[in-house]
């Protein structure tokens, strides 16, 4: 390996280690009470050594959630497989609260944590976000071309994500103990009864 390759290879280690550092501090202490400093602490480093890689914490809490939802569309391509749109809908949903209960702390700085995300009003174009949401909405179009779905695409899409958003976010917060959910199966049970509910009320029966 040459010089240049080896310093490229530790820059971006760098900016790994910087990255899941900032993540457990965002989570443990929030956005406004983590600083430059604060992560440059965590790992030994002066606060100097972090701007080299990122000018303020904006912009690392960007890198963050562009990481985050990169992993949650990775997660989503395999379903490009179903041919069927309405059980790709429906897959899709317990794929998404998986992927929550799998990655509670990227979920947490993705869609709970309040932050300002100036970085992010900053970006031309944030595509990776934008094609997490496609993906739900070119699904419900399809489910609405083919005939098992009636309305606005649009519409159902965040019908669809606010409910499995709402479970989520129950999920990984432990609020659903009173319903006696102990392991991963029980919420599943839970999750997908309930999200029966509403595709039987949305879905036209086919003849």
């Given at each position: ?34 600083s430059m400093r ?43 497989q179903v041919q ?124």
């Open positions: 390996m040459g010089i240049a390759e080896r310093k490229e290879r530790e820059k971006r280690e760098m900016r790994e280690l910087i990255i899941r550092t900032a993540i457990n501090l965002f989570v443990e202490r929030g956005y406004e009470k983590t604060a992560i440059a602490g965590a790992i030994d480093y002066s606060p100097a050594t972090i701007y080299l890689y990122f000018k303020d914490k904006d912009e690392i809490f960007f890198a963050i959630q562009t990481k985050a939802f990169s992993h949650l569309f990775a997660t989503m391509q395999p379903l490009l069927n749109p309405m059980e790709r809908l429906k897959t899709l949903g317990r794929v998404y609260v998986k992927f929550a209960m799998d990655h509670p702390k990227y979920y947490d700085v993705m869609f709970i944590m309040d932050s300002p995300m100036n970085a992010e009003k900053n970006q031309d174009k944030w595509e990776i976000g934008k094609q997490a949401h496609s993906f739900l909405e070119n699904t419900v179009q399809q489910c609405l071309d083919e005939g098992y779905l009636e309305g606005d695409a649009e519409k159902i899409a965040f019908l669809m994500w606010s409910t499995v958003h709402g479970m989520a976010s129950l999920l990984i917060r432990n609020r659903l103990k009173m319903y006696d959910c102990e392991v991963w199966g029980d919420y599943q049970d839970l999750m997908n009864a309930s999200m029966d509910v509403i595709y039987k009320a949305l879905e036209i029966k086919k003849e």
